[in-house]
């Protein structure tokens, strides 16, 4: 993968739009769980969003450590990192409730009543989860990258 395109590093190029379609995708995947008219307009779209966010969760983090040799170490910098490397496993859970809470509505079959209510539970748990790490992440990123600039002129 190149380090840069045309000059800027790919990295904040990326984790913008990891910036934008993960929320996205945490927010169809909770509408869908919870709004069954929301369910039934949305169809694939939560899980697909879901899934594109996946993949750029490992394109962020690899241009992000490509990006970390060219920069100078800092704790900042190390809890960034640290912060970024928890991502991962929430965008699967969060792939893995989208797809469950899909099929459910496809496929509605003599399945027990608790079933739908535990992955909206597990579907919550996985949003929070996956929201709260996006923004401690974009938080110590900024914190990393605007560290010793004067930003209040």
Known sequence: MPNDFRGLPLHPLIVHATV???PLAALTVLLAALWPRFRGWAGPLPAGLSL?????VPLSTSTGE???RHVPHSALLERHTHLADGLLPWMIGLLAVAVVGYA???RP????????IVVAVLTVVAVVGTTVQ??????????AAWAGTDMTR
């Open 20 to 22: 934008v379609i993960v």
């Open 52 to 56: 594109v966010g996946l993949i750029l």
């Open 66 to 68: 490509t990006l970390e």
């Open 104 to 106: 459910l509505h496809r």
């Open 109 to 116: 079959t003599s399945i027990s009543r608790a079933v739908p």
């Open 134 to 143: 996006v923004v401690r992440i974009g938080e110590s990123g900024a914190k």
